[in-house]
């Protein structure tokens, strides 16, 4: 038996494939909605990946470092580490700024890490490039997607920093791409004022009786000193030793310490649950927007497509052919208008991704699952038009 | 009734409507083709030629009367095939006044078309058309696209789908209204030697002067009601 619909869109090959090239942008961009969203949760998981740490200690009522600000004691780490279960334990600070080199600057979360000694939680897990920071000043590990190099010399506030070491994959859980800098820098640059600010501050002080009072000259300098140094830190990264049950050390954290302390899995919550819930809504709209366009386009064009055939319809009606084979032809042409715009799609998501500035990241499953929505869609679309041609009357061949 | 007949109609009624509109289109026709005979169906527009083609081609139901193809009757104030589908498929050709031809497949499939839906293998589908189209004078253009036949090509493509099951009854609507006279002429002595050749019975619904001279009996339909006359039979 001869396939109707195969021979229909063989006959009429560029008028399909141009539709469904055409139907293809539109599947594509939906794909890529869905990659943009996947790329998201990816940086947030990469970013808790990169840390290093099993546990995130911060300052007590508050979501923090990523999603919240969150201010401890930088000598808090050490009152950590003596709990029991707890391998290593390090200071970490997280401010996202404009990064300088030359005259240009680049979106970066510019970390700072413990540079006491090698491994600890909060630095940089490998490097493509270069060496890990060594000096405890004004040398820098960046992210290959800073496109900084080695060697480069970075402006982060005031200071100038010489790129030592690249990584790769080293985001935000906004896609920004790290720097990471000595822990005592990243102190500083947190709460780094101009020297005309700090000029002020520094007038306002010594006018106050209260910091200033007679007789007593060393207590102003006192007080000046501890305006000018940074003694806070966003969060304690902490590595358990193997076999120790994360829950627990987090609750004998929080007893003890009075702070609050997060898990692996409760971060990923924060992460992925509050700090990109509404872009993920966002997404999730754009997307439900685009099947929905998508629906509507392959329905106009299968009762298009259709309405041309009524006359052929009703002659293959007259003499004799079954109405399944008539919804067979049209449905057979719905999918496969369908087909050749999800390989476009795939196609033109998998060039187009790269060029993007975030992560889309593209993953088989849900190609998977947007060829399932395809079918569907096509499906549905489908049954306006095989409604119409199953209404055709087989009289209509015969004129009068 | 004779053995030997094509199609025969007695006393064939069909309404249209209810209650106080109701319309009679065919008032009592009466019509008998035998196999391999060529007859004209004539007549003004609204004198009710079309009713009766689509009764005869099964697709509206008379109110009353009878129907026969090849003594079998059909309809007797009621179908008495409950599949007309297949009915029109096996044993109805059909020849419209466009060739309606599937644009998308090649002539000979067009053709073959026809016997595949009923259930006859690809291969004795495409051999009983390619047949067809050699008789017909158009089996060159067996691997051709509706779009690249002539007028006259195309409605010889019409003349073979509608005779590939090898019908007892064909029924031509206005077949050589978009031809000129050369070839409305070359469709209508095509017909009646296809009609020899397979004896089937045809009926040619017809305005056209050119051709009504052709036939040797017409029917001639106006209020409803068949007469026959003698035709002048001049096909040369």
Same mark, same amino acid.
């Given at each position: 038996?001869?396939?109707?619909?195969?021979?229909?869109?063989? /006959?009429?090959?560029?008028?399909?494939?141009?539709?469904?090239?055409?139907?293809?942008?539109?599947?594509?961009?939906?794909?890529?909605?869905?990659?943009?969203?996947?790329?998201?949760?990816?940086?947030?998981?990469?970013?808790?990946?990169?840390?290093?740490?099993?546990?995130?200690?911060?300052?007590?009522?508050?979501?923090?470092?990523y999603?919240?600000?969150?201010?401890?004691?930088?000598?808090?780490?050490?009152?950590?580490?003596?709990?029991?279960?707890?391998?290593r334990?390090?200071?970490?600070?997280?401010?996202?700024?404009?990064?300088?080199?030359g005259?240009?600057?680049?979106?970066?979360?510019?970390?700072?890490?413990?540079?006491?000694?090698?491994?600890?939680?909060?630095?940089?897990?490998?490097?493509?490039?270069?060496?890990?920071?060594?000096?405890?000043?004004?040398?820098?590990?960046?992210?290959?997607?800073?496109?900084?190099?080695?060697?480069d010399?970075?402006?982060?506030?005031?200071?100038?920093?010489?790129?030592?070491?690249?990584?790769?994959?080293?985001?935000?859980?906004?896609?920004?791409?790290?720097?990471?800098?000595?822990?005592?820098?990243?102190?500083?640059?947190?709460?780094?004022?101009?020297?005309?600010?700090?000029?002020?501050?520094?007038?306002?002080?010594?006018?106050?009786p209260?910091?200033?009072?007679?007789?007593?000259?060393?207590?102003?300098?006192?007080?000046?000193?501890?305006?000018?140094?940074?003694?806070?830190?966003?969060?304690?990264?902490v590595?358990?030793?193997?076999?120790?049950? /994360?829950?627990?050390?987090?609750?004998?954290?929080?007893?003890?310490?009075?702070?609050?302390?997060?898990?692996?899995?409760?971060?990923?919550q924060?992460?992925?649950?509050?700090?990109?819930?509404?872009?993920?809504?966002?997404?999730?709209?754009?997307?439900?927007?685009?099947?929905?366009?998508?629906?509507?386009?392959?329905?106009?064009i299968?009762?298009?497509?259709?309405?041309?055939?009524?006359?052929?319809?009703?002659?293959?009606?007259?003499?004799?052919?079954?109405?399944?084979?008539?919804?067979?032809?049209?449905?057979?042409?719905?999918?496969?208008?369908?087909?050749?715009?999800?390989?476009?799609?795939?196609?033109?998501?998998?060039?187009?991704?790269?060029?993007f500035?975030?992560?889309?990241?593209?993953?088989?499953?849900?190609?998977?699952?947007?060829l399932?929505?395809?079918?569907?869609?096509?499906?549905?679309?489908?049954?306006?038009?095989?409604?119409?041609?199953?209404k055709?009357?087989?009289a209509?061949?015969?004129?009068g | 009734?004779?053995?030997?007949?094509?199609?025969?109609?007695?006393?064939?009624?069909?309404?249209?409507?209810?209650g106080?509109?109701?319309?009679?289109?065919?008032?009592?026709?009466?019509?008998?083709?035998?196999?391999?005979?060529?007859?004209?169906?004539?007549?003004?527009?609204?004198?009710?030629?079309?009713t009766?083609?689509?009764?005869?081609?099964?697709?509206?139901?008379?109110?009353?009367?009878?129907?026969?193809?090849?003594?079998?009757?059909?309809?007797?104030?009621?179908?008495?095939?409950?599949?007309?589908?297949?009915?029109?498929?096996?044993?109805?050709?059909?020849v419209?006044?466009?060739?309606?031809?599937?644009?998308?497949?090649?002539?000979?499939d067009?053709?073959?078309?026809?016997?595949?839906?009923?259930?006859?293998?690809?291969t004795?589908?495409?051999?009983?058309?390619?047949?067809?189209?050699?008789a017909?004078?158009?089996?060159?253009?067996?691997?051709?696209?509706?779009?690249?036949?002539?007028?006259?090509e195309?409605?010889?493509?019409?003349?073979?789908?509608?005779?590939v099951?090898?019908?007892?009854?064909?029924?031509?609507?206005?077949?050589?209204?978009?031809?000129?006279?050369?070839?409305?002429?070359?469709?209508?002595r095509?017909?009646?030697?296809?009609?020899?050749?397979?004896?089937?019975?045809?009926?040619?619904?017809?305005?056209?002067?050119?051709?009504?001279?052709?036939?040797?009996?017409?029917y001639?339909?106006?209020?409803?009601?068949?007469?026959?006359?003698?035709?002048?039979?001049?096909?040369?």
């Open positions: 038996m001869i396939n109707l619909a195969w021979r229909d869109i063989r /006959h009429a090959w560029s008028k399909f494939l141009f539709t469904g090239a055409g139907l293809g942008l539109l599947i594509g961009a939906t794909m890529t909605m869905a990659g943009v969203y996947r790329g998201m949760v990816d940086d947030a998981k990469v970013l808790l990946d990169n840390s290093g740490s099993d546990l995130w200690v911060v300052q007590q009522g508050t979501l923090g470092p999603a919240e600000p969150s201010s401890l004691y930088d000598d808090t780490w050490r009152s950590i580490r003596t709990v029991p279960g707890v391998e334990a390090a200071n970490a600070t997280y401010l996202t700024m404009q990064v300088r080199k005259n240009t600057d680049v979106r970066a979360m510019v970390v700072g890490t413990s540079t006491v000694s090698y491994g600890d939680p909060g630095q940089p897990g490998y490097l493509v490039a270069g060496r890990q920071i060594t000096r405890g000043h004004y040398e820098a590990v960046a992210d290959m997607a800073t496109r900084f190099s080695l060697g010399s970075i402006q982060i506030r005031r200071k100038q920093y010489t790129v030592v070491g690249l990584t790769r994959r080293m985001v935000s859980s906004s896609g920004d791409p790290m720097v990471f800098i000595p822990l005592k820098d990243a102190q500083e640059a947190q709460f780094l004022k101009d020297n005309d600010a700090i000029l002020q501050q520094r007038r306002r002080t010594a006018l106050n209260a910091f200033n009072p007679p007789g007593q000259p060393k207590l102003l300098d006192a007080v000046i000193s501890s305006q000018s140094t940074n003694p806070y830190v966003n969060a304690v990264l590595q358990l030793k193997p076999g120790h049950n /994360h829950g627990k050390v987090a609750d004998e954290i929080k007893r003890w310490k009075h702070l609050q302390v997060y898990t692996r899995a409760e971060m990923e924060i992460l992925i649950g509050k700090l990109i819930a509404t872009s993920a809504r966002q997404i999730g709209m754009f997307m439900v927007i685009l099947m929905v366009v998508s629906a509507a386009i392959v329905a106009f299968i009762y298009t497509l259709t309405m041309g055939k009524i006359r052929e319809i009703a002659v293959l009606k007259l003499i004799g052919t079954r109405n399944k084979t008539i919804v067979a032809m049209i449905l057979q042409q719905a999918l496969g208008l369908g087909l050749i715009g999800f390989i476009a799609g795939k196609l033109v998501a998998t060039l187009w991704a790269p060029i500035p975030k992560y889309v990241l593209l993953e088989p499953g849900d190609a998977l699952r947007g399932l929505a395809v079918i569907v869609i096509c499906s549905l679309s489908s049954i306006i038009a095989i409604r119409a041609a199953l055709v009357d087989p209509e061949a015969i004129g | 009734m004779a053995e030997n007949t094509g199609i025969r109609i007695t006393d064939l009624r069909k309404q249209y409507g209810s106080g509109s109701v319309v009679e289109a065919l008032k009592g026709v009466d019509l008998q083709v035998e196999p391999g005979e060529v007859v004209g169906l004539i007549g003004p527009s609204g004198s009710g030629k079309s009766l083609l689509k009764c005869l081609g099964a697709v509206i139901e008379p109110t009353s009367g009878q129907m026969a193809l090849r003594s079998e009757l059909i309809y007797d104030g009621a179908w008495l095939v409950s599949d007309l589908r297949a009915l029109r498929r096996d044993k109805i050709g059909f419209f006044q466009a060739p309606y031809l599937i644009p998308f497949l090649d002539v000979i067009n053709i073959a078309l026809v016997p595949m839906l009923a259930g006859v293998s690809n004795e589908s495409r051999n009983r058309a390619l047949e067809l189209l050699e017909l004078d158009v089996g060159h253009r067996a691997k051709a696209f509706p779009s690249q036949l002539s007028g006259g195309q409605q010889r493509v019409s003349i073979a789908r509608a005779l099951n090898r019908p007892p009854v064909v029924l031509a609507d206005e077949p050589t209204a978009p031809l000129d006279s050369e070839r409305a002429l070359s469709v209508i095509m017909l009646n030697q296809m009609a020899v050749q397979y004896q089937a019975a045809v009926i040619v619904v017809t305005h056209d002067e050119k051709i009504i001279p052709t036939f040797k009996r017409i001639r339909i106006r209020d409803g009601r068949t007469v026959e006359e003698a035709g002048e039979g001049r096909l040369c």
